[in-house]
């Protein structure tokens, strides 16, 4: 406060105490005390704090300026000796731990403690440094005990603990702010120039036992991807035998379950308890883990399709060819398809040696599910060995389209029979023959719908598109093939003409003429039914043993008697992969006829009568016991036309 400000003060209080007299000199003296005592006192902040009645404020007609300060860093305390001391220390302390920190990087020895202080060693916790506490600078006298170093480290305040323990964990150096303030000369260690030595288990590892039962070991063969969901089953049962059997036993019985599901084998493990419960030869209602449900037809036919080869030939009554490799195994398929259906007409009388033909042509991977025979008329069916658990029972029907139903030489065999959840129909025909019959065929046909009494046992996929009255609309897949003798309504000389070209174009030229292929586009016989586009030359009439049509007296015009049609529930079920004939074979005046299917499969319930793997074991051993003959024929003969014979004279 000013002196005038004071002196006002002053005087007024003189006037109102009733004093007339001042005294200047005391005032003087107790003002020069007053401005001593501020003098000695010590500064404690650099601006000068007032109360608002020394600024004046409410104190009219005073205004006394305000200039502020900037702030001023306080002096830090001077260092005693002792002080001065341990911060030399600490520094030395600080550069042997960087030494020691470069020797064990190169050296890189193992060390097996993980504490704080493992990280000093002996030296830093035997060192006299010691914590200074608060602000006076005055540090303890009791040096710290070497037992205690972890926590020594905790409670000190220094940048070297506080940088090392961060460069350990590889993170960031936090410091305290008032330590850096009070220590500014200790010196931390950089995490870049620190190597941090190998990690060590404290104590050995334990031996590995190797164990050839262990689910990580049988990784490398390529376990299932149902191998999971088996383990739940397997340790059931393993939980079940565990208070029966011993540990050798157990692990016995584990393994045999692990190898169970095995991605070398297409088999899935089936379980005791549906052995005992299923008979299998009339299956289960329920649809998950039937035998012909959906899990089934996913494993053996991942997109659902199976592949059938169908082929028709009019033996003519002939012997038969020395080989049937061009008849089933065409050079236009690379692979064997899955179904094999053959049918015949006019055939050989010994239906035995046919069928063993077949069977040694077809090889071990097939085997005769069933044959029909009605009259000449045959029909096969092949299957792959593997899938015959998956078939119902096979089903035969026969119908004779003569007057006489004695002479069984013309009408029609059927088999059928259900491949998971989609049953099949097979019809092989001789419908009858000549010139301009047209009407009489289409006699033969609806005769044929009408008379096929099929399915008898297995019951049908689905009734509500059944028609009592026609055969072919009970099943699923439906093929008919066989010799319709349906011609080409003209004259010789026009075909002979046509013929000569022998393209495509010809080809449509001369179908414009086939009875067949105009009854078809009418929908008067075989309805529902359709024909891969035909790409071979006709098939009739031939002279045995040449590729010359009819050269006797009648001079027949050549025509395409033989035929395979297909007809399905869904449409786009069955797709057309090969429609063709084999010219190689000549040992009839008709040449056969072939095609590859490629049908749609559903899966199906085991409500049905299967068929318990039953085949034709008699054909199947006489015709791989003759294609063992065969092949040992052959290798002989090789063996002696390539001998050398030296004869010396």
């Not at 936090?174 to 120039?193: C, K, L």
């Not at 035998?291 to 030939?313: C, H, M, N, Q």
């Not at 349906?486 to 002979?496: C, N, P």
Request: neutral net charge.
């Amino acid at each position: 406060m000013s002196d005038q400000t004071r002196l006002a003060a002053h005087s007024a209080w003189n006037v109102s105490s009733g004093t007339g007299t001042g005294q200047p000199q005391s005032l003087e003296t107790e003002r020069c005390q007053r401005r001593d005592q501020e003098e000695s006192r010590p500064f404690l902040s650099d601006t000068w704090k007032c109360s608002p009645e020394e600024l004046g404020h409410g104190v009219q007609g005073l205004k006394t300026p305000l200039v502020p300060r900037p702030p001023v860093r306080p002096k830090p305390c001077q260092q005693n000796k002792l002080q001065h001391l341990h911060s030399a220390e600490r520094r030395a302390a600080a550069r042997r731990l960087r030494s020691r920190s470069s020797e064990e990087s190169s050296s890189e020895p193992v060390d097996t403690d993980s504490s704080c202080g493992s990280l000093y060693g002996a030296d830093l916790s035997a060192s006299p440094m010691q914590c200074f506490q608060g602000r006076s600078g005055v540090a303890p006298q009791t040096p710290l005990p070497s037992s205690s170093s972890s926590s020594s480290l905790q409670e000190c305040d220094t940048s070297e603990s506080a940088g090392s323990t961060a460069e350990y964990h590889n993170g960031p150096v936090h410091t305290e702010p008032q330590a850096r303030s009070d220590h500014p000369d200790i010196e931390t260690v950089s995490s870049a120039n620190r190597k941090l030595p190998p990690v060590a288990p404290t104590k050995p590892l334990p031996p590995m036992v190797i164990n050839l039962d262990s689910p990580v070991l049988r990784t490398s063969n390529r376990i299932d991807q149902d191998y999971m969901d088996y383990m739940r089953v397997t340790q059931t049962v393993s939980s079940q035998h565990s208070n029966l059997l011993s540990l050798s036993q157990g692990a016995e019985d584990n393994r045999s379950s692990i190898s169970m599901s095995s991605s070398s084998s297409i088999l899935f493990p089936v379980r005791s308890e549906d052995l005992r419960k299923r008979s299998y030869l009339e299956g289960s209602l329920l649809a998950s883990g039937a035998l012909l449900g959906a899990s089934e037809l996913d494993r053996y036919f991942p997109d659902r399709k199976v592949r059938v080869f169908i082929t028709t030939w009019n033996m003519q009554g002939q012997q038969l060819p020395d080989k049937l490799d061009d008849f089933l195994l065409p050079c236009d398929s690379q692979y064997i398809q899955d179904l094999y259906i053959i049918g015949t007409q006019e055939g050989i009388p010994d239906r035995r040696e046919w069928e063993i033909r077949l069977q040694e042509t077809l090889g071990p991977h097939f085997v005769l599910l069933y044959s029909a025979v009605h009259g000449v008329l045959h029909l096969s069916l092949f299957i792959r060995r593997d899938l015959i658990w998956f078939c119902s029972e096979v089903e035969q029907a026969t119908v004779t389209t003569r007057i006489v139903s004695q002479i069984k030489t013309k009408g029609a065999v059927a088999i059928s029979f259900t491949f998971f959840g989609t049953s099949f129909l097979f019809i092989t025909s001789h419908f009858t023959s000549g010139q301009g019959k047209v009407y009489e065929r289409m006699l033969d046909y609806n005769k044929t719908i009408e008379a096929l009494a099929l399915p008898r046992v297995v019951p049908d996929t689905n009734i509500y598109k059944s028609d009592p009255y026609d055969v072919t609309t009970r099943f699923d897949q439906v093929f008919w093939f066989g010799d319709f003798n349906f011609r080409l309504d003209v004259k010789r000389a026009v075909i002979d003409e046509l013929l000569q070209n022998r393209n495509m174009d010809s080809l449509r030229s001369i179908l414009h003429y086939d009875e067949l292929t105009k009854k078809l586009q009418e929908g008067s016989i075989f309805k529902g039914f359709k024909e891969a586009e035909i790409s071979f030359l006709p098939t009739y009439k031939f002279d045995i043993g040449c590729d010359v049509y009819d050269s006797s007296a009648k001079q027949r015009t050549p025509s395409y008697t033989d035929r395979i049609i297909y007809k399905s529930r869904q449409k786009g079920d069955i797709f057309v992969l090969k429609y063709g004939s084999c010219t190689s074979i000549k040992t009839s005046d008709h040449r056969p006829v072939y095609g590859y299917f490629q049908v749609r499969l559903r899966p199906g319930r085991d409500n049905i009568p299967l068929c318990a793997g039953q085949f034709y074991r008699d054909i199947y051993k006489e015709g791989i016991k003759r294609r063992f003959v065969r092949e040992q024929k052959r290798r002989a003969f090789w063996n002696q036309k390539n001998s050398v014979t030296c004869s010396v004279s």
